[in-house]
């Protein structure tokens, strides 16, 4: 039996992977190693999961298992991940790296597996979606320099954070260590790509040795130069696929890599170099031009990723100095000038300044700060001088734990990618089969020309992996969520990305969520012996002192009409009722009906109808008078967010028709509100429980969303098929499934349009495979196709599938601010 402490997880980001079919590879490859309990990988984010008992297999042996299959890696030390792991101890490091040339999660896998062999490593991960490797290990068992020598060993890349390179090839990498790192606009740009890297100068060179066996052929009939050109063209091009079809071949699975190596053999074999060339000429192509186009949308990760200045300035000692942001602790003042990113989160101690939040909240207009208000790492001071108090270390920042949950969110699958995954299990198989049958049925039975149905056989040997069906659904959720996340919209995985989508009731907390959160002066009733303004100053002058909610809205109203407050005399608080205070040459009261009444301050007629008018429409009286009687009273109400009306709006123009608010205040109050966004549904004096319930009956109609704030109604987010959260973005971040990072209402509309946008490229794109596999499974069996287009069909749907997917990233919001 083994003990719990002999069991460890490793983790790993894998590199070039071409479709899921390497990452299925990857993990069953792992799973025949003794000691192997579980072993996962993810084509999506080329992350690597194992779980393993040490005292049967060691981590050296699960790299090698994982190197051995072709992949590649390449990590470099850098700040901590954004959550720590329970494998991480004081006594261990971590490494963080880009990793270039993966061409799909299963890369991803081998890359994590390969690490995992290694001596020393507790947990090695590799992300597919941004590139990014993470290694905790053990620097006495195992040197900085093996981990990255295993990944390039792989044939992958590696680059070092602070440099801000591509990540794409071992060549620009080795550029940018050299101290000279190329813009961030050009990593995917054009001839740079194609020059510079090795996946682009392996296309160039097979494609130039194919032309010029062609000119050599057909233009200087020179037939033996012309198949040491098309030899040259696929021994070129062949051999990463090679070393991947190996691999593929020993773990007996028939992976995309292994299809188009037997198809290209066969066919040298046969005597055709020039279909053979071409191709291993096409799908070299077809995987480098879907890398190509999936670098772009990994750049929303990594422009979060480098939001974060590296130093910061601190004030020690009474001096300003600079400090790594590793180094500052919570509790540090920053200095911030302007132009200055902010390097830590923390809250405003002195100055004012307006801050560009874009990056993290999708807001295009810069919010003023004040001393007492938060700002987040990563965003620009634009105007003032700025002091602000550390809250947050560099690994718990908002930002790093952003990219945590985005990086997580592409990981995850989508539950339409089940279906896929489980049609291809069948698929693939069912035309081997019939390939098969082709090349020997014939021959053996019938008497025909082996060579004429053995290339036959060929061609279907290509069209049987279905790359399209398979990377349809993860390419498609990294454009979405990457394009979400440029805009304040935080997906936590696949699952709430499809399901937003098909919300047939949508449900509101009321406080903090359709409303403020906070008191806002209504209005201002006067009983005809003073001028509203005057009263307003009156009681914002004995109410300057208090800490209360509602004495602060009442101030607040008074300071933005301009009023200037006095200071009271003999100010005298009652808990639980008001105040009162000397004010000139009279004492006035500020309070509730229960202040004037233990004054022995009669109510007359008139105000008793004015209290009751007020409290009808779901208002908090505030009443103010003096010894003689009442002469007026102020009415606050929790504020409605300015955008909550349009939100509704927009989600009722979306098809939503059904939207309740569910509320834990009276039925005056929760009427007021629904009238005034235009709510129809609405359940009043609701506890946290109740709204449990609540969810739990609306769900017998359909699909339920829940939006709230994360405070008080966590219990219903959890029990919705998917929830929105809104609010403080500390805690928006752990409440719900979908975060609303700008705290704009609006965006709730935009997530769910957007998610419907998603499942419909999906299904665009699995509808247009299906059909391009079913009519060139018909045309390879009648002989019709040759291998060349047989590998056009392949690599044009993938790529097809790729630049539908691609269209989400492009996906802009409507403008949300004012």
Known sequence: MTSASALKTLQAHIGGMDCGGCAKTIATTLQQLPGVGE????????????TYDSQQVDEAAIRDRVTALGYTFEPIPTQPSPVQTPLQTPSTQTLQAQVGGMDCGGCARTIAANLQQLPGISEATVNFASERLNVIYDPQQTSEADIIGRVTDLGYTVALDKTAQSFAETDIAAENLAGD??????????????????????????????????????????????????ALSLIVAIAPILRAAWIALKLRRADMNLLMTLAAIGAAILGQWFQGALVIFLFALGTTLQSFTLGRTRHAIRDLMDLTPATATVKRNGQEVSATVEGIQVGEILTIRPGQRIALDGVVVSGVSAIDQSPITGESLPETKEPGDPVFAGTLNQTGFLE????????????????H???????????????????????????????????LVPPLLLAQPFQFWFYKALVLLVIACPCALVIATPVSLISAIGAATRQGI???????????????TLAFDKTGTITQGVPVVQKVHNLGSMSDRMMLMIAASLEQQSEHPLAKAIVAEALAQGLALEAPESFTAIPGKGIWAKFGQAIYFVGNRRLFEEQTISLSATAQSLLAEIESQGQTPVLIGTRQGVVGAIALADGIRLESTEAVHSLKRLGLKRLVMLTGDRSAVARQVAQQ????????????????????????????????????????????????????????????????????????GDAIQLSRRTLTVIQQSIAVALVLN???????????????IAVLEDMGSSLLVTLNAMRLFKTQMREVNP
């Open 490 to 504: 935080l997906f936590k995985g696949g699952n709430a990305l499809e399901t937003a989508g098909r919300i047939k």
């Open 39 to 50: 072993a996962t990988v993810s084509f999506a984010t080329e992350r690597l999961n194992v």
């Open 181 to 230: 790192p190329p813009s961030r606009k050009s990593d995917f740009g054009g001839w740079r790509f194609w020059l510079k890297t090795r996946r682009g100068q392996t296309v160039i060179l097979s494609g130039a040795g194919l032309l010029l066996g062609v000119i050599a052929e057909r233009l200087l009939s020179l037939p033996l130069v012309a198949q040491g050109f098309f």
């Open 774 to 788: 079913a009519t060139f499974v018909i045309l390879g069996v009648l002989g019709v196709i040759g291998l060349p």
């Open 405 to 439: 949950l985005v990086e997580e969110a592409q990981e995850s699958r989508a539950p339409i990618q089940q279906w896929v995954d489980r049609f291809s299990a069948i698929y693939t198989p069912i035309v081997l089969l019939l390939a098969v049958i082709i090349a």
């Open 677 to 748: 966004v235009d709510i129809d549904e609405y359940q009043v004096e609701l506890l946290p429980e109740d709204k449990l319930q609540a969810i739990h009956k609306l769900r017998r109609s359909g699909v339920v969303g829940m939006v709230g704030d994360g405070i008080n109604d966590t219990p219903a987010l959890a029990a919705a098929d998917v929830s929105f959260a809104v609010g403080k973005i500390d805690v928006a971040l752990e409440a719900a499934d979908i975060v609303l990072v700008g705290n704009d209402l609006r965006r709730v």
């Open 388 to 403: 602000v108090e550390v809250t947050h270390t560099a690994k718990d920042t908002t930002v790093a734990r952003i990219v």
